[in-house]
């Protein structure tokens, strides 16, 4: 698996997960670098989408 790349900043990819995913909270999206996985994770688990859904959501935005 590659690293997640993000376009723009993180707080407009942030907010499109929140209109796409309206379960998401601001604790779910909290990005650390090195950890993209467990975000990943965390997103998994509250939306039920696969990983690498979201991480192809994410690198659209």
Do not use: C
Not at 25 to 43: A, S, W
């Amino acid at each position: 698996m590659t690293t997640l790349k993000l376009k723009g900043s993180w707080n407009e990819a942030k907010g499109k997960l929140k209109q796409k995913y309206g379960q998401l909270t601001d604790n779910d999206l909290i990005f650390q670098e090195g950890k993209e996985d467990e975000l990943l994770g965390r997103i998994q688990q509250r939306t039920g989408e696969t990983k690498e859904d979201i991480r192809r959501f994410i690198e659209e935005v």
